[in-house]
């Protein structure tokens, strides 16, 4: 089945630097990618969606400055924190949609463990 | 707006009992519902889906779940669970069909003991 996967799959940085996370289609195209903030012990929260071609839409209270997101090709999506807090640790989780599109089923990424020291 | 309950934050069982995950949602359209798994520091995984037809939908790894209109629920089963099936499950509904976001419910953690 269609496999989507993140990169890297933790990382540990200092308050202050910026730190990237590309999540990869890997076996379809998606033009649409989804990128999702999980705390521990709680559900996934959708913080923007990611548009090939054009900017990406952010969910209400998600700083664009601070999370940018760029869908540089049809199967790669980046996210960055820029200039990283600890608040800013957790859990980042990619998803893209279905290629047969029915459904509204979703492939997750591994996800990616931020923490911010 | 929709929104998805789970009902139990986490469910201890036995190893090869029975365990049901409840799950309710509401939405003022027709519905899909799905049902993820997520092991440790690990993305989901789709268990099963409702879309349409049968409201009893059979998943991967021995789950089903059926789908219940009246009582907006969509509960999760399994008849026998092994030590292996130790996660968080996650409920999740979406009123579109075709590229959508999912909005998903605060997940239970199963655990199973020996």
């Known amino acids: 089945g269609a496999v989507v996967s993140q990169h890297p799959s933790w990382v540990i940085c200092k308050s202050g630097t910026s730190v990237k996370i590309e999540c990869r289609s890997l076996?379809?195209?998606?033009?649409?990618m989804f990128w999702y903030r999980q705390f521990p012990k709680q559900s996934l929260m959708l913080m923007a969606t990611?548009?090939?071609?054009?900017?990406?839409?952010?969910e209400q209270g998600v700083e664009k400055d601070k999370f940018l997101i760029n869908h540089a090709s049809l199967t790669l999506s980046t996210l960055t924190v820029t200039s990283a807090h600890p608040e800013d640790s957790s859990f980042y989780i990619c998803?893209?949609?279905?290629?047969?599109?029915?459904?509204?089923?979703?492939?997750f990424g591994e996800g990616s463990r931020l923490t911010v020291l | 707006a929709q929104s998805v309950t789970q009902l139990d934050s986490q469910v201890p069982v036995f190893e090869e009992a029975p365990v049901e995950l409840r799950c309710n949602y509401s939405?003022?359209?027709?519905?899909?519902l799905f049902w993820y798994v997520q092991y440790p520091n690990q993305g989901l995984q789709l268990l099963l889906k409702?879309?349409?037809?049968?409201?009893l939908v059979k998943g991967i790894n021995g789950f089903e779940a059926e789908f219940n209109k009246s009582q907006t629920s969509f509960h999760l089963r399994k008849p026998s669970v092994h030590i292996s099936d130790t996660a968080e499950y996650f409920c999740?509904?979406?009123?579109?069909?075709?590229?959508?976001?999912?909005?998903f419910g605060k997940g239970t953690m199963l655990l199973v003991s020996p």
């Open positions: 998803s893209a949609p279905s290629p047969q599109g029915a459904g509204g089923e979703l492939f």
């Open positions: 076996d379809f195209q998606a033009t649409t």
């Open positions: 990611s548009n090939e071609g054009s900017k990406a839409t952010y």
């Open positions: 939405s003022s359209v027709s519905v899909y």
């Open positions: 409702y879309l349409s037809g049968s409201t």
């Open positions: 999740a509904v979406t009123k579109n069909s075709g590229y959508s976001t999912l909005t």
